[in-house]
């Protein structure tokens, strides 16, 4: 055995290396404060080896990222991993800023050691970039609304900005390659660069520490001197044990949060993450032209003002120097926190940018939920929301039909609108929705016909003069017969799915002394031509073809108010204003059971 | 020059010319996969019938379209949005042919993101940083007080015309929909 390493020494000379570390001591002994460089080193190879095994599941492609990345996350392992590599890269942000103001701080940067402090300075700016890189690769909503935003700051750096812009995009527009090069960059480039600048750090460290020398170690007179290893080391052990602890209960716990996939359909309002909220505080201050002076000027500058302090700062001891370093690292850190503290106020007083925030929140946890039980097919994750009535309904509502009709139940806010000019279509169908229309008191209320050319149509001269109290019938004998008419019509409408004795009583009086088949069709009575048919009343089927053109026959005719025909050309679905999967994810939300708030 | 020096001109030379058979092609590599190929002229859009645009109202419209993305051709793609604007005062419900629509383009000249209708709808506002639109697409002050409008212009105006179509009598919006650079004072086609 001892030869075998003998023989290994020769050809690789290892143990020098490690006597050298033993050996090395640090200017005023082992402490803490000198922790988070070792904490750091070991956080980047803890992210090198999570990262590698992720590799071996994510697939860069628009269609599949989001997808593979959900993979990852069914199992508990993989989970954990995607938590630490999530979790860590923001610990090593903290970690940094630590480091780089307790070298500040303590004038660590002076010569002979310029470079340590220069190649730091500069994996900085690397490491934010291998943050940034990483953060859109599961292609959520968020992560590619950032990176849009982000791409764009870049191209709106003066002569290169839209050239690397346009490399960063792998065109004009986010892409397939966008996700390729980011990955490139992630996963590629950024640790070789990363790994070429910790060499250079690291071999300077070692190279401008001062060691034990024979002479020390012969010399009794000098009390003993601690040397790196092992009593600096084990208290970089402890740190990096209690950092890596935190890691590990929040990528136990919660895990890398996983946001909507990404839909160029769904508006998003992108926060930058916490560590660039200065920045972003700051380019508030600036527009067009000038905001590369936010952007790119301010944190170059700082970079170099931070690079030139070893060659501006000479002076060894002087009190001075030490006041001055210490003003700058509050300075630094104060203007930092303030600014960062000013963004997130403003975006807690912002309710707009809280309630599309709340509103991502559901979303995202509503792709999760769907993920859980529908397939994810070879469109992509994306299909999850876009295929989803819960998700869609209220979108399409709120774009075609919101601007007459209202939905809002009586327990809930729904979706209300300024000014109503049609029927509440919240619980359409139902029981208690038909019944609301058939009251006299309602139907010319803005609930239903208030607000349309209806209001003192036959239809509501009919109910009023028929279904009013007018004291020959007991009250509630008619309401009886509303209530059972109603119900005949929910079975009708295949939402009250038992087909009781009261629904034929009621089939029976719409056709008879209710006298609905005067003017409305029911199966085999009455006519079309005078008013919707009622023979499968708000039914699916029913719905999409009154939707697709109430100016048909079956419907309104040359009666209808103003409803637009959503879709009269089943020739050219693209000049429709609604496609027929939309009309159906509409309907479907639509004739949802209102138990649950919409 | 002697023999020495010559030797090691040539070894660095050589030592050149190889890398630059790695290197030229890798430059073009990745500056070449971002050429991409334009779709000749932007062609006007036809998106939808005038009578089916209430007027007054802002009305966000898809534009279908052919979408090349690197190795994949898909139609039928949403390649942008407009926002509708038909004039208020119009007042047939037909469409005729004089009704004035206006087709605004749904990028914010900011930073790129999508313009919503503020609450009430009668202006626009960007999500991202505030800016706020007038129906006109012109820049407003910002929503609270002392805010200040921070979009380089206004809202791009696109070139909207009214047809007619003969065999069914409809009027249609038709779009020419094309994308403007962002962050600058000035309309420059490119995206």
């Avoid at chain 1, 996350?73 to 942000?93: C, K």
């Avoid at chain 1, 010569?111 to 990483?134: D, K, N, Y």
């Avoid at chain 1, 209202?406 to 000019?421: N, R, W």
């Avoid at chain 2, 998106?47 to 009305?59: A, F, H, N, S």
Wanted: some cysteine; proline content about 5%.
């Amino acid at each position: 055995m001892q030869s075998w390493v003998d023989w290994l020494d020769l050809r690789l000379d290892y143990r020098f290396l490690r006597n050298r570390l033993s050996s090395r001591i640090l200017p005023n002994g082992p402490g803490w404060l000198y922790t988070s460089a070792s904490c750091l080193l070991w956080l980047l190879v803890i992210q090198c080896i999570t990262g590698l095994l992720l590799m071996a599941t994510y697939c860069p492609s628009m269609n599949s990222a989001w997808a593979s990345v959900h993979f990852i996350d069914q199992t508990s392992a993989g989970r954990f991993l995607r938590g630490i590599h999530h979790y860590a890269s923001h610990a090593m942000i903290i970690l940094f800023g630590v480091h780089v103001l307790r070298v500040l701080s303590t004038g660590a940067y002076r010569a002979p050691r310029e470079l340590v402090w220069i190649t730091g300075l500069l994996l900085f700016p690397l490491m934010i970039v291998w943050t940034v890189t990483g953060n859109p690769l599961s292609v959520s909503q968020k992560g590619i609304a950032q990176i849009q935003v982000e791409g764009n700051i870049l191209g709106s750096t003066p002569v290169f900005g839209p050239l690397l812009r346009r490399l960063l995009f792998g065109g004009e527009d986010i892409g397939s390659l966008t996700l390729t090069r980011l990955y490139f960059l992630h996963v590629g480039l950024l640790p070789v660069l990363v790994g070429g600048l910790c060499f250079i750090h690291l071999h300077q460290v070692i190279k401008h520490s001062p060691y034990i020398t024979s002479d020390d170690a012969a010399s009794t007179s000098n009390p003993e001197r601690l040397t790196y290893w092992p009593y600096q080391s084990v208290r970089n052990m402890i740190t990096l044990t209690i950092v890596v602890g935190f890691l590990s209960f929040f990528a136990w716990k919660d895990g890398a949060p996983l946001p909507a996939p990404a839909d160029p359909n769904l508006a998003f309002s992108p926060r930058p993450e916490w560590y660039f909220r200065w920045l972003f505080e700051l380019r508030r201050h600036f527009s067009g032209d000038t905001e590369f002076i936010a952007t790119m000027v301010i944190p170059s500058a700082f970079l170099l003002g931070f690079m030139a302090a070893p060659f501006v700062d000479r002076i060894r001891t002087h009190w001075l120097a030490v006041v001055c370093r210490l003003l700058i690292v509050v300075a630094c850190l104060g203007g930092w926190s303030w600014l960062t503290m000013i963004s997130f106020l403003q975006d807690g007083r912002d309710t707009e940018y809280l309630a599309e925030t709340a509103e991502f929140e559901k979303l995202s946890a509503r792709a999760l939920e769907l993920a859980k039980t529908e397939p994810i097919t070879d469109k992509g994750a994306i299909e999850l929301l876009r295929r989803d009535p819960q998700t869609q309904g209220p979108l399409l509502f709120a774009r075609h039909c919101l601007s007459c009709h209202p939905h809002s139940g009586p327990k809930t806010p729904g979706l209300a609108t300024a000014e109503p000019s049609a029927p509440n279509l919240y619980g359409i169908g139902t029981v208690d929705w038909i019944t609301g229309f058939l009251d006299s008191e309602r139907i010319a209320s803005d609930e239903y016909f208030g607000r349309t050319k209806f209001r003192d149509g036959d239809m509501t001269q009919h109910v009023q003069g028929m279904f009013a109290d007018d004291g020959k019938e007991g009250a509630a004998a008619k309401a009886q017969k509303i209530h059972a008419m109603a119900v005949a019509l929910a079975v009708e409408a295949q939402i009250e799915v038992s087909d009781s004795a009261e629904a034929v009583t009621g089939r029976e009086l719409i056709k008879s002394s209710g006298g609905c088949t005067d003017c409305h069709r029911f199966h085999d009575q009455g006519e079309l031509g005078t008013a919707p048919d009622l023979t499968g009343y708000a039914t699916a089927s029913w719905l999409k073809q009154l939707i697709s053109r109430p100016s048909d026959e079956r419907f309104y005719g040359d009666r209808n108010d103003r409803m637009p025909d959503f879709a009269s050309d089943p020739g050219h679905p693209e000049l429709n204003l609604l496609s027929s999967q939309e009309l159906d994810l509409l309907i479907q939300w639509l004739r949802e059971p209102k138990t649950v708030t919409p | 020059m002697n023999r020495r020096e010559l030797l090691e001109w040539v070894s660095r030379g050589l030592a050149t010319a190889v890398a630059m058979v790695v290197g030229l092609p890798g430059v073009n590599y990745f500056l070449g996969g971002t050429q991409q190929k334009r779709s000749s002229e932007s062609q006007f859009t036809r998106l939808l019938k005038v009578k089916d645009l209430v007027p007054g109202r802002l009305t966000m419209v898809p534009v279908m379209g052919q979408k090349v993305d690197a190795w994949i051709q898909s139609d039928q793609q949403t390649i942008g949005r407009v926002w509708l604007v038909r004039e208020a005062d119009s007042s047939s419900e037909t469409g005729s042919a004089k009704q004035t629509v206006r087709a605004l383009s749904s990028i914010c000249p900011h930073m790129g993101c999508q313009v919503q209708v503020q609450t009430g709808g009668k202006s626009f506002v960007c999500p991202c940083h505030r800016a706020s639109f007038g129906v006109a697409g012109q820049r407003l002050s910002g929503p609270k007080n002392g805010d200040r409008n921070i979009a380089p212009r206004d809202l791009d105006e696109l070139e909207c015309r009214l047809v007619r179509d003969d065999e069914t009598g409809d009027n249609w919006v038709e779009v020419k929909y094309e994308k403007f650079k962002i962050g600058l004072d000035r309309r420059v086609v490119g995206a």
